[in-house]
């Protein structure tokens, strides 16, 4: 099996691992900082054992003393991934999801901000795209039931934190950043303990938080493995089914209807995305044949 092979279908399944995550959030009938505490809880230490069975002891130690941007990425990654959970409890799974897949967008200006990197011609018309399908998003919640502005804001700053994240990650490439997603998510339970009772739910529905943690240390694991072998615009193409089988998923299981306005939003945001990425993809064959 090449690497290109190997990266699409560790990617691809990092992404199915993580689309019934709005969903245990519905299912977990609890706070959702409760709900937050132990995702980041279980999913961190399940991380962190695999951390240390396959690169030692000394690996999160080795991250830690990264530097600026290691501690800047398990930072505001710390507070997206609860940051999550709370959105999709304040308003619809399908707002929150089509929301963050704003987030390449946000992580293109950053990179632009703090790398220097310049904003492609095609990324101009992308993001003209993505944030008007926002603006139908964020126009449209105010009549949509279980839709509301608060979750919407939530959401939108979860897509500007993790963007955030991901751009001090490539300011580090050449580490390895997984031991920093178990001090991340770990770090994040912890903060939540003092302003939550997080031990009261836990006799009912220990099931489902266990399931949840595994599901997202699945998903976090892969997804740091496979987009090595990957560009970024096949691994932002592969992300997007978690965009569209998430609140498709959440309305089968509980009914939880879209919206029209979400809907006509998120395929706006979605078609931008998709044709941006596509024109990337062919624009990197063509370089390589003619290199070739």
């Known amino acids: ?26 299912l977990i009938e609890a706070e959702a900082l409760a709900i937050a505490f132990w995702r980041g809880l279980f999913a961190g230490l399940l991380v962190l054992a695999v951390v240390t069975w396959q690169m030692g002891r000394g690996a999160v130690g080795e991250v830690l ?3 600026p941007p290691a501690w800047g990425y398990m930072v505001l990654y710390g507070i997206s991934a609860p940051g999550f959970v709370l959105a999709v409890s304040l308003t619809s799974v399908a707002n929150v999801v089509f929301i963050l897949a704003a987030m390449p967008v946000f992580a293109t200006i950053f990179s632009r901000i703090w790398l220097g990197e310049p904003i492609a011609p095609r990324m101009v018309w992308t993001m003209a795209g993505v944030f008007l399908g926002l603006g139908v998003i964020l126009s449209g919640s105010k009549e949509q039931a279980g839709a509301h502005w608060s979750g919407d804001l939530v959401a939108l700053m979860v897509a500007f934190f993790f963007a955030a994240a991901l751009t001090c990650v490539r300011q ?3 580490r390895s950043m997984l031991p920093a997603v178990p001090v991340a998510l770990i770090g994040g339970a912890v903060l939540i303990l ?14 489902l ?9 699945c998903a976090s694991g892969l997804l740091v493995l ?23 998923l959440v309305w089968a299981v509980m ?5 029209r306005w979400t809907l006509v939003g998120g395929a706006i945001m979605v078609s931008a995305l998709v044709i941006s990425n596509m024109v990337a993809l062919r624009r990197r064959r063509v370089r390589s044949g003619a290199g070739g």
Do not use: C
């Open 194 to 207: 003092p302003f939550a009772d997080v031990f009261g739910p836990f006799a009912q529905y220990w099931p």
């Open 209 to 217: 938080f266990l399931g949840h943690g595994l599901f997202i240390a």
């Open 255 to 259: 009914g939880e209807d879209p919206g």
């Open 65 to 67: 003393r990264a530097g």
């Open 1 to 26: 099996m090449n690497d290109h092979l190997k990266g699409l279908m560790i990617t691809t399944l990092g992404v199915l691992f993580i689309v019934p995550d709005a969903l245990f959030v519905r």
């Open 172 to 174: 580090v490439r050449a």
């Open 226 to 248: 496979g987009p090595r072998y990957l560009s970024s615009a096949e691994v932002a193409l592969l992300l997007l089914l978690e965009t569209t089988l998430a609140p498709l």
